[in-house]
Nanobody, 123 residues
Framework: QVHLVESGGGLVQAGGSLRLSCLAS????????VAWFRQVPGKEREFVAA????????GYEDSVKGRFTISRVNAKNTVYLQLNSLKPEDTAVYYC????????????????WGQGTQVTVSS
């Protein structure tokens, strides 16, 4: 079984950057796709970015394209989400999630989740 722990969130001014990390335990991490979702109170969890197990395919939500970059280093059991040009509307709790092989856009397709890390962007 794979377990996930996020880190790297914090408070940043608009236009700033953060790098989120998703550290996984488990020897089969390299066979899992990983996605980042975010959620604000009162709203559904939304897809942000994902990367498949082979590192060959990535996907992004339209509002973050060109600003966020997802990457993974399987030797470190870690997936990163680089957040640049942050906007106040990016404020949310960010979660990483994993599923075997290929990513999906809906959170219902993931049954392995981290505890989340708060990102707050001030204007």
């Amino acid at each position: 079984q794979v377990h996930l722990v996020e880190s790297g969130g914090g408070l940043v001014q608009a236009g700033g950057s953060l790098r989120l990390s998703c550290l996984a335990s488990g020897r089969t991490f390299g066979t899992y796709a990983v996605a980042w979702f975010r959620q604000v109170p009162g709203k559904e969890r939304e897809f942000v970015a994902a990367i498949d197990f082979s590192n060959n395919r990535t996907g992004y939500e339209d509002s973050v394209k060109g600003r966020f970059t997802i990457s993974r280093v399987n030797a470190k059991n870690t997936v990163y989400l680089q957040l640049n040009s942050l906007k106040p509307e990016d404020t949310a709790v960010y979660y990483c999630a994993a599923r075997p092989f290929d990513y999906r856009l809906s959170p219902v397709n993931y049954d392995i989740w981290g505890q989340g890390t708060q990102v707050t962007v001030s204007s």
